[in-house]
């Protein structure tokens, strides 16, 4: 019984933390002058993703995917680990 509790308590802490480090992280490149901001849902809780413009980089979105982004001309699922290039507002998947 003594060896129980700290391994069910070990076990509770991991599959929290497991949670709490969810998240979906794309790389890309924005070939437009302009910043876009669209609204991001990852299971099942709405935020927001931000691609400066003109760059290449990294985003996270937090929580766990796919991640469905709503763009202006339509959404687009991330699962993480993708390669996105931004032009003219739409997003295409390399």
Known sequence: MKTRLPAA????C????????????VRYYNRDSREHTWSAV????????????????SVTIQGSG????Q?????????????LEIKDGRITVQ
Do not use: R, Y
Request: proline share 4%; net charge positive; with cysteine.
């Open 14 to 25: 991991l599959l929290a933390s497991t949670t709490a480090w969810a998240a979906v992280t």
């Open 71 to 83: 763009t202006d001309v339509g959404p687009v699922v991330l699962k993480g680990g993708e390669h």
């Open 42 to 57: 990852c299971s099942g809780v709405k935020t927001s993703v931000t691609f400066g413009k003109s760059q290449t980089a």
């Open 9 to 12: 308590a070990l076990a509770a």
């Open 66 to 69: 796919p991640c469905t982004v």
